[in-house]
Every structure is written in structure tokens, then in C-alpha cells.
């Protein structure tokens, strides 16, 4: 079955930086049916909220206009295991960040990804800016 690992999640002062990884194991990727993965965090009593998505096959990238420029999201060769690159990290970061995956994927909703269009999902990793 499809796992997701996620690691990297702590605690950074405001102006820091912090390394996402989540690793994908349980399924074969195809590049001709495609899988999206992406990150969400979400606050309690929140919705779960798209920050960063990848399209493995083509590599278009979403990022919410809260982090562009701040965060990257890439992958390694393998398209098992995404990261994110989180920089200048601010208070409002502060959330549990999850890893998601799709697959098949030939893309995701607009203007945004929802949290509907991924069909796994890792255990979530704090990430804590104070």
C-alpha cells in the first residue's frame, strides 16, 4: 500500500530555514499517467491549506502567495520523494505540514490545489516559528 514519510518538521526563529522531505513508497511511477505531490499545513480548527505542488511529469509547480519566494518545493530523480525548501520563515508559518500525493495526476484544481485532489497523505510534521 502507498506510504508517506514525512521528516525535517521543528522549531526555527522567525528568519530561519527549514528542509521538508516525505518519501513515497507502495506504488510504481509511470510518466505517462503522472502523480502530483504537495505540501499543505494546516492550524488547528482550520482547513487544510495547498502551499506548494509539483507535477512530476512536466515539473509545473504551484505555490500559495504566502510563501512564493520564500518556499521551493522539488524532487529528486526517482519522483519518490518531494521537499521543501523553507526560507525567511515567518510566525504564521507555524503549522503541521502534510505531504500529499496523487496518482495518476495530470494536475490539479484551480486557482489552488485541494486537499480532494490527493488521494494519500502523510502523518504530518510540526513546524513551529517563534
Known amino acids: 500500500h502507498v506510504q508517506l514519510v514525512e521528516s525535517g518538521g521543528g522549531s526555527v526563529q522567525p528568519g530561519g530555514q527549514l528542509k521538508l522531505s516525505c518519501v513515497s513508497s507502495?506504488?510504481?511511477?509511470?510518466?505517462?499517467?503522472?502523480?502530483?505531490m504537495a505540501w499543505f499545513r494546516q492550524l488547528p480548527g482550520k482547513e487544510r491549506e495547498a502551499v506548494a505542488s509539483?507535477?512530476?511529469?512536466?515539473?509545473?509547480?504551484y505555490y500559495a502567495d504566502s510563501v512564493q519566494g520564500r518556499f521551493t518545493i522539488s524532487q529528486n530523480n526517482a519522483k519518490d520523494t518531494v521537499y521543501l525548501q523553507m526560507e525567511s520563515l515567518k510566525f504564521e508559518d507555524t503549522a503541521v505540514y502534510y505531504c500529499?500525493?496523487?496518482?495518476?495526476?495530470?494536475?490539479?484544481?484551480?486557482?489552488?490545489?485541494?486537499?480532494?485532489?490527493?488521494?494519500?497523505w502523510g502523518q504530518g510534521t510540526q513546524v513551529t516559528v517563534s
Open positions: 500529499a500525493l496523487a496518482v495518476p495526476c495530470m494536475g490539479w484544481s484551480m486557482p489552488a490545489p485541494k486537499a480532494s485532489d490527493f488521494g494519500y
Open positions: 507502495g506504488y510504481v511511477y509511470n510518466s505517462w499517467s503522472g502523480s502530483c
Open positions: 509539483i507535477f512530476s511529469a512536466g515539473g509545473s509547480t
